[in-house]
């Protein structure tokens, strides 16, 4: 399997954690680092992480098998690959935010309502607020449609993956954590560990 991991990136100091989570993977991969250096003290804005996602995406081919987002200062937990099931089109890894900061404890997203199972139909428990870019796509799904991220919309994320949800029933939501997020941020150069 072939997996073409996207990160937008403001080149923050964890981009290395990112990528070596992707590599202590040991999968066939292509990582698409995406984004232009920016001064440090530079505070980014919406349209540059959707700027960024878009021009990974415009790389795409129909060579690899899955799609990954990872912000840059995210990481994915062990075993995540494991996970990517050609038997769905859309695999949401479920997320915990960082537990670091003491004042705030982790969150795990999606929330599983009572009749959540792993293999979800039609997105159950999926909404805006729910989900984030913690999300797998089968490229052959992805290629087929060629969606955008969207810049204009409050949670282009969500768009993105609610434009997805609405063309196939085939989606996975893991049991476990396999998305690990700190509290910050994408538009701070520093995450800060503040909602």
Same mark, same amino acid.
């Not at 081919?61 to 994915?76: C, K, M």
């Given at each position: 399997?072939?997996?073409?991991y996207?990160?937008?990136t403001?080149?923050?100091?964890?981009?290395?954690?990112? $990528?070596?989570?992707?590599?202590?993977?040991?999968?066939?991969? +292509?990582?698409?680092?995406? /984004?232009?250096?920016k001064?440090?003290?530079?505070?980014g %804005?919406?349209?540059d992480?959707?700027? +960024?996602?878009?021009?990974?995406?415009?790389? *795409? =081919?129909?060579?690899?098998?899955?799609v $990954?987002?990872?912000?840059?200062?995210d990481?994915?937990n062990?075993?995540?690959?494991?996970?990517?099931d050609?038997n769905?089109?859309?695999?949401?890894?479920?997320?915990?935010?960082?537990?670091?900061?003491?004042?705030?404890?982790?969150?795990?997203?999606p =929330?599983?309502?009572?009749?959540?199972?792993?293999?979800?139909?039609?997105?159950?428990?999926?909404?805006?607020g +729910?989900? /984030?870019?913690?999300?797998a796509?089968?490229?052959?799904?992805?290629?087929?449609?060629?969606?955008?991220?969207t810049?204009?919309?409050? +949670?282009?994320?969500?768009?993105?993956?609610?434009?997805?949800? %609405?063309?196939?029933?085939k *989606?996975?939501?893991?049991?476990?954590?396999?998305?690990?997020?700190?509290m910050?941020?994408?538009?701070?150069?520093?995450?800060? /560990?503040?909602?």
């Amino acid at each position: 399997m072939k997996i073409d991991y996207i990160i937008p990136t403001l080149y923050r100091d964890t981009l290395d954690r990112s $990528v070596a989570s992707i590599k202590q993977e040991g999968t066939n991969h +292509n990582i698409l680092i995406c /984004g232009q250096r920016k001064p440090k003290d530079y505070v980014g %804005n919406p349209s540059d992480a959707v700027t +960024n996602v878009n021009e990974g995406l415009s790389k *795409i =081919r129909i060579d690899s098998d899955w799609v $990954v987002f990872l912000d840059d200062d995210d990481y994915l937990n062990k075993g995540f690959s494991k996970q990517l099931d050609n038997n769905f089109d859309i695999v949401v890894l479920r997320m915990s935010q960082d537990g670091s900061n003491p004042q705030y404890p982790p969150k795990v997203i999606p =929330r599983r309502c009572s009749k959540c199972t792993e293999a979800t139909s039609k997105g159950c428990c999926l909404h805006s607020g +729910n989900v /984030g870019i913690n999300f797998a796509i089968k490229t052959s799904f992805y290629l087929k449609h060629k969606w955008l991220f969207t810049s204009s919309v409050k +949670n282009p994320d969500w768009n993105f993956l609610e434009r997805a949800i %609405n063309e196939t029933n085939k *989606i996975k939501v893991t049991k476990d954590i396999y998305y690990v997020a700190p509290m910050g941020g994408y538009y701070k150069s520093t995450v800060t /560990g503040k909602r």
